[in-house]
Nanobody, 112 residues
Framework: QVQLVESGGGLVQAGGSLRLSCVASGTIFSIYAMGWYRQAPGKQRELVAR???????NYADSVKGRFTISRDNAKNTVYLQMNSLKPEDTAVYYCWRREGYWGQGTQVIVSS
């Protein structure tokens, strides 16, 4: 059974940084695209960043230049480095694996 477990969320001041991690189990990690989505209160879940099995990345316009997604196939882990955080980045961040698998989410709160 596929499990995705996120960590690294928390409270940070605007301009600060956080690194989210997602460890996958029960899956052959390296062959699947992975990603991060987020959902703010009262809003729909939206794509933040994705990374293909080959390492190709794509980002939401709102985070380009500030966030970086990466993966370590040896550790079955995908990361999201978030720099220059803004209050509008406040949301629950979810790890995603192709074919519709989701983690439980990790809260990120950015104070102004």
């Amino acid at each position: 059974q596929v499990q995705l477990v996120e960590s690294g969320g928390g409270l940070v001041q605007a301009g600060g940084s956080l690194r989210l991690s997602c460890v996958a189990s029960g899956t052959i990690f390296s062959i699947y695209a992975m990603g991060w989505y987020r959902q703010a209160p009262g809003k729909q879940r939206e794509l933040v960043a994705r990374i293909s099995s080959g390492g190709t990345t794509n980002y939401a316009d709102s985070v380009k230049g500030r966030f970086t997604i990466s993966r370590d196939n040896a550790k079955n882990t995908v990361y999201l480095q978030m720099n220059s955080l803004k209050p509008e980045d406040t949301a629950v961040y979810y790890c995603w694996r192709r074919e519709g698998y989701w983690g439980q989410g990790t809260q990120v709160i950015v104070s102004s």
